[in-house]
């Protein structure tokens, strides 16, 4: 497979296989997070309306029907430091999603430190004054596609179910680590830079951080709220509230690196590895 192959449009598109590089639909939520089963663990305390085309999940959050028409607005349609504060016209939404979609491209074919925006403005067939009037430099178009990035990591942490003591428990564990799956690989190319502190900066690669460990916090209380709920079940657990929190951030990073592994075409078989990954975690928290 080569780098054209793999390349597929900005997160929220069809599948990298069924597109060409440079659409920017909105993210359709993965798949695997509608299947999930067992109690979810208590999301935000309110949720926005439901957008037309919404289906209402167990829960309350809505999810957003696929071929309904009815998208969420992708965070980084906003444009960079220059275009806060001002309301962007359709010509102008167009001309960020060019940008963003260019700056995708480039990114991956070249690497975070090699692109300049230059490269940008040429794939994007616009001029060096147009992309100023969106973004202040190249850092801050990265900054624009990683808040798509971090809103759909936020979402599948909101998610992370309470994972209970049994198939259902099982099932559903196997549903959000295919989901995380789904999440990474749709933005794979903004966020295999920004686990190079040195590539992004410092401000940038703190807030992939902070996500890092907001992530490791909710693995922690869904795999332990279930055995804190009867004295002999959080007994037979022996030390597990002790070492969760680093159990969970252990369970994390493997689950970072093999996703890092699948999105630079190392060919692992994927149906497998989501099974694997779950087993692992689920018998990390389970086991005496």
């Not at 992309?131 to 998610?159: P, Q, V």
Request: with cysteine; hydrophobic share 40%.
């Amino acid at each position: 497979m080569n780098r054209e192959a793999r390349r597929g449009p900005l997160p929220g598109g069809t599948s990298p296989a069924a597109t060409t590089p440079g659409s920017l639909a909105p993210a359709a939520p993965p798949a695997a997070g509608s299947s999930a089963v067992g109690p979810s663990r208590p999301g935000p305390a309110a949720a926005d309306p439901p957008a037309a085309g919404a289906v209402p999940r167990k829960g309350g959050t809505p999810r957003t029907r696929r071929g309904s028409g009815a998208h969420p607005r992708r965070p980084s349609l906003g444009g960079g430091t220059p275009a806060q504060g001002r309301e962007l016209g359709a010509q102008g939404r167009q001309t960020v999603r060019k940008l963003l979609e260019a700056g995708l491209v480039e990114f991956d074919e070249r690497g975070f430190q090699a692109v300049r925006v230059d490269d940008v403005v040429r794939r994007a067939k616009t001029s060096h004054g147009t992309f100023y009037l969106y973004f202040a430099n190249k850092d801050d178009l990265f900054k624009a596609l990683l808040r798509d990035a971090l809103h759909d990591m936020e979402s599948i942490t909101d998610e992370f179910p309470v994972v209970t003591s049994n198939d259902a428990g099982r099932d559903a564990l196997r549903a959000w680590v295919r989901s995380f799956c789904d999440t990474y690989a749709a933005h794979a190319t903004v966020l295999r830079a920004l686990s190079q502190a040195e590539l992004v900066g410092e401000a940038v690669w703190g807030d992939g951080l902070q996500l890092f460990f907001r992530l490791a916090e909710a693995i922690t209380q869904g795999m332990t709220a279930a055995a804190g709920t009867g004295t002999a079940q959080a007994a037979g657990n022996g030390g597990l509230a002790e070492h969760a929190e680093l159990t969970a951030v252990a369970c994390l990073m493997m689950l970072e690196r093999v996703n890092y592994l699948l999105s630079v075409e190392v060919r692992l078989p994927m149906e497998e590895m989501v099974d694997r990954l779950s087993a692992i975690i689920y018998a990390a928290f389970r086991s005496p």
